[in-house]
């Protein structure tokens, strides 16, 4: 089993920075495929950002250039920075490993505010 335990979450201002830690424990490797989606209420889960076993990002249009997805291997760990709030980016956030049928943290919330 894989246990993904987020941080960082809190709240912003519009136009502030964020960054998420998801730290990973169990049976993982650092170079597993690993992502983060968010879920806002009322609305259906989707993907921000995932980094692939060779460190390669794929963003969502809506976060482009604004979040930067990351891996520290050596604390078997992912990071979002999320810079440029926006209110619609108000959300739970949650990492995810992509090894086998996939594993979910519980979220870390974050609160924009305009």
């Known amino acids: 089993q894989v246990q993904l335990v987020e941080s960082g979450g809190g709240l912003a201002q519009a136009g502030g920075s964020l960054r998420l830690s998801c730290v990973a424990s169990g049976s993982t490797s650092s170079r597993n495929g690993m992502g983060w989606y968010r879920q806002a209420p009322g609305k259906e889960r989707e993907l921000v950002a995932t980094i692939s076993g060779r460190d390669s990002p794929i963003y969502a249009d809506s976060v482009k250039g604004r979040f930067t997805i990351f891996r520290d291997s050596a604390k078997n760990a992912i990071y979002l920075q999320m810079n440029n709030l926006k209110p619609e980016d108000t959300a739970v956030y949650y990492c995810?490993?992509?090894?086998?049928?996939?594993?979910w943290g519980k979220g870390t919330q974050v609160t924009v505010s305009s």
């Open positions: 995810c490993d992509f090894q086998g049928l996939g594993s």
